[in-house]
């Protein structure tokens, strides 16, 4: 099957929760209330962030967050800064992960950023090697 990543729908909060699950598995868990909501519908409106899914039928599997920031260096052009990166550990080792992350490059470049960062606090070996892959 080939997977094809794009921005999220408004719709896809939990499903977006529910893979957050494999991300940081020590994360409290969100409840849907209106706050949760509220926050949501800032972040979704928000047009200098994006989210970046991958969906297999009707579950999310792999996604990345992506802010675009303004900027007053570098003759005052923007930078990206990627965050969140996860895919469900049933599609790992697909490409997904990739996938996402190139689709975040191109909207960086898109908006004119002069560089995008990837920060991990991650010290595996596998993480840090894919994203170094990933060319971050």
């Not at 509220?38 to 928000?46: G, R």
Request: with cysteine.
């Amino acid at each position: 099957m080939s997977y094809k990543p794009r921005n999220i729908k408004f719709n896809e909060l939990k499903l977006l929760l529910d893979l957050y699950k494999f991300l940081n598995e020590d994360d409290p868990k969100l409840e849907i209330n209106e706050e949760l909501k509220n926050l949501w519908k800032e972040i979704y409106n928000d047009p200098d962030i994006y989210y970046i899914v991958i969906s297999d039928h009707k579950k999310l599997v792999s996604s990345c967050a992506l802010a675009i920031i303004k900027n007053l260096t570098r003759n005052a052009k923007p930078y990206g800064l990627v965050e969140n990166v996860v895919t469900h550990p049933d599609y790992r080792r697909q490409g997904l992960g990739t996938k996402v992350l190139q689709k975040a490059i191109n909207i960086s470049r898109k908006n004119d950023c002069y560089k995008i960062m990837l920060l991990t606090g991650s010290k595996k070996d596998s993480t840090l090697n894919f994203y170094e892959k990933s060319r971050f």
